[in-house]
């Protein structure tokens, strides 16, 4: 068993996976301060909640994993889709911070702390985010400070402050820049009087301005490194309370209309053409029974929905436009929905990256799906971003063996639309050559017209 | 109010007088100092002494070493 890629970082442990099933080894010294984090309960008592993911002790002899003597093997429940945060909308961003400060707060009160604060030990089941570096957690010691405060600014805070104060999405600054947003580039985006906001000033002006300090005077720096523990247990629970309620504050500035969020209310499909296509799509799962469904394009996850109601295990939804992901965040949180949105523009999709390329795994690295939705999207990659027509034909056909995909010919008003201010270049983009390349790929089962001007669902298998 | 104009009187020479930042040097020293400043006098002394030492520093025209400068000699010395 080769171990993940992307779980090098902490010597104490490595993931390794095999056969659909997650596990991690434990080093012989971090076994014994997990077994002494275990002993306060307050992992079973996270792990009983959802908050923690599940994990139960696995056999290292019958998996052939070598550990050292003292050492363990873990076996973690499987999260359905693995997502990094600067695919998250707002959100869900905002729903791991706050899961990440109130576990904290759970694990001080059994004398318990976090020994760091990165956003990629956070996973998701559909909206609830689910810890899952149980390594992460170690007996805490009074006076010790937070060692992880600037990791959780640099990839929780100061990624929401960008939106909630600037109105600028965190996710193309933080896929650029993994490790998160330094608190001083952040800092010199800010006018001055928001500098002097006293929640802003000690977690992000301050905070930079004192790294400056630190780091220009290193004989002074070394000697408070080695002062003794100096933050009062009561004072950082009050530091994590008071970030907790600011985040829990927090909104998107930029909360007026965009272009896809109010798309479904105002969209041109008159109710009967819409209520069509729910039917053709739920009808499609009933028959198939996919499990894993992506709806790339998802807008508010409506469609998505409908496939879960149908009988679907798990959905990601795909969209590029914020605000349209946050709807469909919490249309997932309020119906309880196993539905992940995700950002993702498709014609410029997560790439490998991190250490070697290999840290975390891009798009095409984390396909799953049983079936894809490709609803009112082909004409936005063809006509809207110059794809070959037949590339996004193959590019859906590759994301999963069995799919739903939408035509909207050229005298509908929303291509019109996009073609009224360009040339039309696109003379191959006709429904006969989209059905003649789903036919390169595999068949088509079945085929719906959808409205008046011609738009019309397919029904693929792949070869 | 009052809290805010405090907090401003205390941070104002932190803001005005702009650094480059060198985070990369030792990615945990700007959460320290401001947790130890958090935790109590120990804290504050130490940041106060670090922070006189510059604006003496900064007046005399000598300002403090510079990551670069200072960087060399601790190699040298390890």
């Not at chain 1, 394009?297 to 959905?315: D, H, I, M, R």
């Not at chain 1, 050559?433 to 019309?456: D, H, M, P, V």
Request: with cysteine; charged share 25%.
């Amino acid at each position: 068993m080769k171990p993940d890629p992307g779980s090098f970082r902490d010597p104490s442990g490595r993931v390794y996976s095999r056969d659909g099933h997650i596990y991690r080894t434990v080093s012989a010294a971090a076994a014994e301060e997990f077994d002494a984090v275990r002993a306060t309960g307050i992992i079973e008592e996270l792990e009983r909640e959802g908050l923690v993911v599940g994990t139960d002790e696995a056999d290292a002899g019958k998996l052939g994993l070598d550990i050292e003597s003292g050492g363990r093997v873990l076996e973690h429940e499987r999260i359905p889709f693995v997502s990094y945060y600067y695919e998250w909308p707002f959100s869900a961003l905002k729903a791991a911070a706050l899961l990440h400060l109130r576990m904290h707060l759970r694990a001080l009160s059994k004398g318990v702390t976090l020994k760091d604060a990165t956003a990629y030990n956070v996973q998701f089941k559909g909206s609830q985010p689910v810890f899952i570096d149980l390594l992460s957690f170690t007996p805490y010691i009074e006076g010790h400070i937070w060692e992880g405060h600037r990791q959780f600014c640099e990839q929780f805070l100061n990624p929401l402050l960008l939106r909630a104060l600037l109105g600028v999405p965190h996710n193309a600054w933080c896929r650029g820049s993994m490790e998160g947003i330094d608190s001083g580039e952040l800092s010199r985006l800010l006018p001055l009087r928001r500098k002097f906001n006293p929640k802003i000033l000690m977690h992000v002006t301050l905070l930079s301005r004192l790294q400056t300090l630190g780091a220009g005077d290193r004989d002074a720096t070394l000697e408070t490194m080695s002062m003794p523990p100096v933050l009062p247990r009561e004072k950082l629970v009050r530091m994590l309370e008071k970030l907790e309620s600011w985040i829990e504050g927090l909104s998107p500035a930029d909360t007026g209309k965009t272009v896809w969020a109010d798309y479904e209310n105002d969209n041109i499909y008159d109710s009967e053409e819409r209520a069509a296509k729910h039917e053709f799509i739920a009808k499609t799962v009933t028959e198939q029974r996919p499990s894993l469904v992506w709806d790339i394009g998802c807008n508010t996850g409506e469609f998505s929905e409908t496939a879960l109601k149908a009988g679907a295990e798990y959905g990601i939804g795909f969209d590029f436009d914020q605000n349209a992901l946050d709807s469909a965040f919490t249309r997932s949180s309020k119906k309880e929905l196993a539905l992940l949105p995700l950002f993702l523009d498709a014609a410029n999709p997560s790439p490998n990256q991190g250490w070697n390329e290999q840290e975390r795994s891009g798009y095409n690295g984390r396909i799953c799906a049983d079936c894809v939705l490709g609803l009112a999207l082909v004409h936005h990659l063809a006509i809207g971003k110059n794809i070959p027509l037949r590339a996004v034909v193959h590019w859906l056909m590759a994301t999963a063996p069995l799919g739903v995909v939408e035509f909207v010919p050229k005298n509908d008003s929303m291509v019109k639309q996009m073609l009224a201010l360009r040339e039309d270049i696109f003379p191959d983009y006709t429904a006969e050559n989209f059905e003649a390349y789903i036919k390169e790929k595999g068949e088509i089962l079945g085929k719906q017209q959808t409205s008046k001007s011609g738009r019309c669902l397919y029904l693929y298998k792949r070869r | 109010m009052k809290k805010s104009f405090s907090a401003f009187l205390i941070a104002a020479p932190f803001i005005l007088i702009s650094q480059p930042s060198y985070a990369y040097l030792d990615p945990g020293t700007g959460a320290f100092l401001l947790q130890a400043l958090l935790g109590g006098v120990a804290g504050v002394l130490v940041v106060g002494r670090i922070y006189w030492a510059k604006i003496k520093g900064f007046f005399r025209g000598t300002p403090a070493k510079s990551p670069e400068a200072a960087q060399p000699s601790r190699i040298d010395e390890a």
